[in-house]
Each structure stands twice: as C-alpha cells, then as structure tokens.
C-alpha cells in the first residue's frame, strides 16, 4: 500500500483513502484531508438529514477546478458494508421509463468519509425516505427553493423566506428550517407527517408558490421562464417532484470557494445575509447547536 492510498478504520469499518493531499478548491488551497475533517465535525447533523434518503452524488476526482459527473447508483469497488437498495426511478425522470436503480444509502460516519475521498463534495436527497425492507414512504419535508434574479440576491430571498414562512405557519406548518444554500439563494424546509402523496405535496408547494406571487407580483415570480425574473426571487417548487433531490443540508457545495448548505435561524433572515463556509458552519452547530434540532 502507497503512502498517498491507504486503510483507516472508522466506527468500525474500514474505508480506502486516497491523495488526502489533494486540493480540491483551489481558491482556498482547500484539502480531501480538510473536506473529510469538516465531515466528520459535522456528522451529528448531516447524517440525521441523510437518514433513509437515497444519495446522489456530484462528484469533482480532481477538485472544482476539474470535471464534475453527477452519480446515482452505486459504483463499482464502493465498500460491501454501504447499504444500498435497488429501487424503480422516479416517474418522469431523465434515467428512461422502467429504469431500476441501484441507490446508496449514507448511514454512517465510514459513508461520510467515504463519499468525501470519492470527491463527491455535493451530496442530494429526495424529500421522501426508504423504508428498513425497502419501500419508498411518502414525503416527510416540504422543500421551498429560493433563486434569486440579478440583481436580486439574498436580501431579497430573505423577504421572501419571512413570506412563505408565514403562508406555511397558516396551513398549520410551524416548524420550517431555513437554509442558505452556499450558492445564490436560500432553502425552506417544512416538516411534514407523511400522509400526503408526493404529487400532493408538490401541487400544494406550487398552490403556495403562486399565491406569494399574485400577492407580491413586485417581488415574487412563480414560473420557471429567465425572461421575467430579472430583479425578482423565483419560488421553484418543482424540487418536490419525486424525481427531484435538493442539496442536502450540511453538504458542501461545488464552487470556487468551499460553501456549505447552512442551516439558520430564523432571526438571522434579514438583510446583510451572508453564505457559510465550512469552518463558520462547524463552529456555530458547536456553539448554538441544530437549527433541526
């Protein structure tokens, strides 16, 4: 075994790393080895996130200033202790009707390193969870996505975060997570009991899209189209789409500097909002805790 590929033991289970040297944002000089330790700081919240959900994966081999390739199945040479579940793909996805998957399932800190020595910086997750024998439960969360219009940024997601919140906190979903998503714009996530199908809980997140933006028309779009959101936040409600996954929170994201999809408080969600790095994200879960819970 070469110095620069090797054995560890973590929790138990072992996991090949390799070039721990590498940097994979060069902007920052950043690490695999710093990746792998930001992980493992925060693992207590990410893998509560991860838990019973499918992982694609956007992978960069040789950092972000290399290709990136987005992955579902499980690849060849992934350890035999990842669980993994073959599963039909969505309705009306890109992977061709009757398409089986073979999907990753993220368990454990091992999976965690795992994915980080793969240069899989970016990791997604549908809303709805898989079962401990294999069937797909209905969804659990509501994703709202935030995309904001140049020159429209943050400060604007801001206002129209408080907005669906309060929409949200009228149909009896009080307990909603923001979350800036380390690129442009922000997410919402609002916890859900799982009884309702995920066609009904994407026609509801579309019902709640365009009654913001009939209310706020200034501010507010509600349709896909590039041409009419210039100035404006887009509220895509497509990501609940079964076939849809979002930036898991917690997750890095892919970009010339490390950023992560943070989770806020709600007090934070005013104007000056900033994106997180890796380093702020581990220190503030440490000293106030889960936005989750």
Known sequence: MT?????????????????????????????????????????????????????TRIRWPDGVAGEKFFEKNVPRGAPDWLRRQTLPAAPNNDDGEGTMLDLPFVDDLAGLVWCANQGALELHTPQWTVGPRGG?????RLVIDLDPGAPAGLDECAQVAHLVADRLREDGLDETVPVTSGSKGMQLYARLPGRRTAPEVR?????LAFAVAKQHPSLVVAVMRKDVRGGKVLIDWSQNHPAKTTITPYSLRGRDEPRVAAPRWWDEIGPG???????????RLDRDGDPFG
């Open 136 to 140: 797909v439960r209905n969804p659990d």
């Open 203 to 207: 026609q509801y997140a579309r019902d």
């Open 273 to 283: 909002l900033a994106q997180l790095g890796p380093d702020e994200v581990a220190e």
């Open 3 to 55: 110095p620069d590929r090797q054995m560890v033991e973590v929790d138990g289970r072992q996991v090949r790393v390799t070039h721990l040297e590498k940097v994979m944002y060069p902007g920052t000089g950043t690490t695999k080895a710093e990746v792998m330790n930001y992980l493992v700081r925060v693992a207590p919240a990410l893998l509560p996130q991860l838990h019973e959900r499918p992982v």
